[in-house]
């Protein structure tokens, strides 16, 4: 990632000219996959080197259009997609900003007809025109959207949600920041309006029928809790790789799950062919403005509950699809156009980012899952258009800004979001952060509380990286007796610095890596911290940023010892519980250092008041006596307990650390 300014590189064309209301030109640097892509005449590519549909013989064409003809589910596959050209193909690294940057927007678009909405699976002549959906044409008219979302039908189902001043974090940065809770609707997500509103506006013959839909899992806990309400038949796709927690709610709620894709672009594509073929009516999860109209609700409660609407400065809305910010955008640009809305996407998963600044709707190729609720390969039709006419831009953050986001919201409410529901509030922080303001007032919308308890391992581990309360470093150190003690004394000199985490194992060699983490107040902590160790001969690099050594690395490190003979001589192994307290570790190593060489030390955080240390020591045979008398020492204290693994222990661990 750049350290300033945008880098923008997609796979066909060069950047869109900048109107009068878009940010400056930006630099261009070469893509890593632009070599891989084939150039035709054609505008419409397949990423890495796949020859266009449009170029492809006749012959072949044939072919493929004659092996999908086989059931009429296929057939149906077939027709939907037949006229539809392939979209421009990006990747997330395509398109990269600085924390809390404002991404550029291309306001006029390229005017592509596969950008212009149509519901899904249309035929009709006359949707075929330049403004697409002849059936809802009040999109266009100044207050089209405005008296839809008035009119909504959502609190059948629905509840107005609290909007909460997040009172800690507000007083640490200087602004008043407002929490709007839609992680307290009944399916914990605001997808529920969208859903039911869309439903609410179908014939009641066709609601008869049933409905059908494809979700990553909150828009289907709407749909099926809708359905059960209306008292139809509602099916559910979801991709395979859907948590089960969502499944499992769905479920419960009434729906028939069907799980189909590796992507939610495969799950939605069948989904729309099994309602052509069945006679279903689709409900999209964003795409459609009743949908929208539903999730604007949102805008139309926020501006009721902050108070003084003049003085509320911006809104910071996730972005998936698109559905949740074009309804708030659509509401609070009408009637309040000063209030910022501004989107925020994990940087893994930015379609919206990356067609606004191109004027045209992307297919990412690939999309990171870790917040699964808003990683979408292609944002919407209807929603790309109201997003390039209303936004004030797109902020990206990344998993340790989402998961800090995490622990702020948990530390405000005690609640708990999932990663999708908690990207406005790492997006607003962000933003303020960048430009430094003070006296702001700014509404982040949590979308929603769906996690997997599974996923709070990692939640937890980058959380504190995030909020850059902790750094994770590697340390290079002697390997000789009292190094250790040493480089302790120098990290934690008049106890500044927490150590939060610690894994070496012996070398034979001259020197040791040691991989750590320690507790940083202020960020001139860490610089002092580096300047100490690098100036005591002890080179240290900050590895905190480095997303796949929290993922993978601090978990690998340790393993066997590199020993000349194969095994470490008289190398003890205990458990040892340590109490949480500042100075806890220096004082331990004052009484062991001195004598015995440490060669195995593993240990991390866990919030506990005492934590457990996998700890070797070098201990022989001649001092094994002194050796318990020190033990015995640090056991008295109460402070210390020592559990040597017993041998059926050993042995297993043995086969891993020798």
């Known amino acids: 990632m750049q350290a300033h300014g945008t880098s923008l590189h997609c796979s066909t064309s060069s950047l869109c000219q900048p109107q009068s209301s ?10 890593p996959n632009y070599s891989h892509r084939r150039h035709c005449s054609s505008r419409t590519h397949l990423h890495r080197g796949v020859q266009c549909r449009s170029t492809l013989p006749t012959a072949d064409k044939e072919a493929i259009a004659a ?3 086989q059931t009429p589910l296929a057939a149906a596959v077939a027709a939907a997609a037949a006229p539809i050209p392939l979209p421009t193909s990006c990747i997330p690294e395509d398109l990269q900003l600085p924390p809390g940057e404002l991404s550029p927007i291309d306001r006029s678009g390229k005017g592509l007809d596969v950008d212009v909405f149509r519901c899904f699976g249309c035929k009709k002549e006359e949707c075929r025109g330049p403004t697409g959906c002849a059936a809802n044409m009040w999109r266009f008219n100044l207050d089209g959207y405005l008296r839809e979302i008035l009119t909504a039908r959502v609190y059948d189902v629905a509840v107005q949600t609290p909007l909460e001043e997040a009172k800690k974090l507000s007083d640490l940065m200087g602004n008043r920041i407002l929490i709007k809770r839609e992680d307290m609707q009944p ?9 039911y509103n869309k439903m609410a506006k179908l014939p009641e013959e066709v609601r008869a029928r049933g409905v059908i839909t494809s979700s990553a899992g909150n828009h289907a806990q709407g749909v099926a809790l809708a359905a059960s309400r209306m008292g139809c038949k509602a099916t559910i796709c979801m991709p395979v790789n859907t948590p089960g927690i969502k499944v499992e709610s769905v479920r419960k709620l009434g729906g028939t799950v069907e799980l189909v894709g590796e992507s939610y672009q495969e799950t939605q594509a069948h989904a729309v062919s099994r309602s052509i073929a069945e006679g279903l009516a689709f409900v999209p999860p964003y795409d459609d403005p009743f949908t929208i109209a539903g999730q604007g609700t949102i805008g139309d409660e926020i501006l009721r509950q902050v108070g003084d609407m003049d003085a509320l400065d911006a809104i910071f809305v996730p972005v998936g699809g698109g559905g949740l910010i074009a309804g708030v955008a659509a509401y609070v640009k009408a009637l309040k156009p000063h209030v910022k809305v501004i989107g925020v996407e994990p940087s893994g998963a930015n379609a919206m980012a990356l067609s606004l600044a191109r004027g045209e709707r992307v297919a990412l190729s690939r999309v990171d899952a870790f917040a699964d609720g808003v990683a979408v390969k292609q944002v919407g039709m209807e929603t790309f258009r109201m997003c390039r006419e209303l936004l004030d831009g797109i902020i990206l953050v990344d998993n340790s800004a989402i998961s800090a986001a995490i622990k ?21 922080k962000a933003w ?27 939640v937890a581990e980058l959380a504190n990286v995030g909020a850059t309360t902790e750094a994770t470093l590697v340390t290079t150190i002697p390997e000789q007796r009292g ?15 927490n150590v939060t985490e610690f894994k070496y194992r012996y070398s034979a ?3 040791a890596n040691v991989l750590w983490g320690a507790g940083i107040k ?4 860490l610089t002092g911290l580096l300047d100490r160790l690098n100036a005591a001969s002890m080179p240290t690099v900050d590895i905190s940023r480095l997303e796949v050594a929290q993922l993978h690395l601090r978990h690998l490190v340790g393993g066997r010892a590199r020993s000349f003979t194969g095994s470490v001589p008289d190398e003890k192994i205990y458990q040892v519980i340590f109490p949480e307290r500042p100075g806890a570790l220096v004082r331990f190593l004052d009484a062991v250092c001195g004598t015995y060489n440490i060669t195995l030390f593993h240990y991390r955080n866990t919030g506990n008041r005492e934590s457990s240390v996998l700890m070797g020591l070098q201990v022989p045979p001649d001092q094994l006596e002194a050796f318990a008398a020190v033990k015995d020492g640090l056991q008295d204290t109460s402070e210390f307990s020592f559990k040597e693994l017993e041998s059926d222990v050993r042995q297993v661990f043995d086969q891993f650390i020798q």
């Open 187 to 195: 399916v914990f997500s605001f997808k529920l309006r969208g859903a």
């Open 483 to 497: 190094a250790f003690h040493k480089f302790i004394s120098v990290a934690t000199v008049h106890g500044a610095i």
């Open 509 to 511: 060699g001259n020197t």
């Open 408 to 428: 702020d919201v948990f530390n405000e409410t005690r609640s708990i979001l999932e990663p999708a529901g908690a990207v406005g509030m790492a997006g607003a």
């Open 67 to 69: 092996s999908t003809a």
């Open 522 to 525: 202020v960020p001139e902590d």
């Open 432 to 458: 303020l952060q960048r430009h430094n303001h003070k006296g702001k007032t700014v509404v982040a919308i949590t979308s929603g509380a769906n996690i997997n308890f599974e996923r709070l391992r990692l």
């Open 22 to 31: 878009v940010p400056p030109p930006i630099s261009r640097p070469s893509c």
